[in-house]
């Protein structure tokens, strides 16, 4: 039996080929957070029965998944959803317009689906901004995760969508609105 320096020494590291970004890999990345996180919200409905360390576990598990889409397959393809005019992509912060905690408690009280999970608002903007928003007390919180934009008002800036369409009325533009937009059912 070797012994665990033998085994050290004779491992031969890994050296993954770097996925492509494109459709398949997106829809790949789509369908597998989708089936995590129903195995992960089916375990955590249905075994936890207590605020226990597995509880926490299984919910920072959710959090991975919804983070990870929207890392690669929100930011790596479109960049955001949204974008403050006049963003630099190099002097911008990513924001999940809506926090991801809310989101996930969202999805775990069946409030939305998975697919609204995976796909809520993300927007791109300055880092000047993002600084506003702190010290605004709105970096992890939004006033109205109906009306979302409205946590943006502070920064009397203007918004457009992934492929410049403007919105015309941060007031009014609504959850509903985003899924419309970019037809999540």
């Known amino acids: 039996m070797n012994t665990l320096k033998e085994n050290l020494d ?4 890994k050296i993954y080929k770097r996925v492509q970004r494109n ?3 997106y ?11 129903e195995r992960l919200l089916d375990m955590y409905r249905n075994t936890v029965f207590a ?3 597995r509880a926490r576990l299984i919910r920072d598990s959710i959090d991975h998944h ?3 889409y929207h890392k690669y397959s929100i930011q790596g393809n479109i960049g955001s959803h949204y ?3 006049g963003v630099i992509e190099s002097d911008s912060t990513f924001e999940h317009v809506i926090p991801a905690g809310l989101v996930r408690d969202l999805l775990i009280d069946k409030r939305i689906t998975i697919k609204q999970a995976l796909n809520t ?5 300055k880092r000047g901004s993002d600084k506003i928003l702190t010290e605004s007390g709105l970096v992890s919180t939004n006033s109205n995760n109906w ?4 946590r943006y008002n502070v920064l009397n800036s203007a918004f457009t969508t992934y492929n410049g369409q403007a919105i015309a009325d941060l007031e009014t533009w609504n959850l509903q609105n985003h899924f419309d937009f970019f037809g999540i059912v």
Not at 10 to 13: D, R, V
Not at 27 to 37: G, R, T
Request: charged fraction near 35%.
């Open 10 to 13: 004779s491992f031969k590291e």
């Open 23 to 25: 459709a398949e890999s």
């Open 27 to 37: 829809s790949q990345c789509e369908d597998f957070a989708s089936s995590e996180l």
């Open 51 to 53: 605020e226990d360390m």
């Open 66 to 68: 919804v983070r990870r």
């Open 83 to 85: 974008r403050e005019v």
């Open 121 to 125: 608002p993300t927007c791109l903007v």
């Open 147 to 150: 009306f979302f934009f409205r």
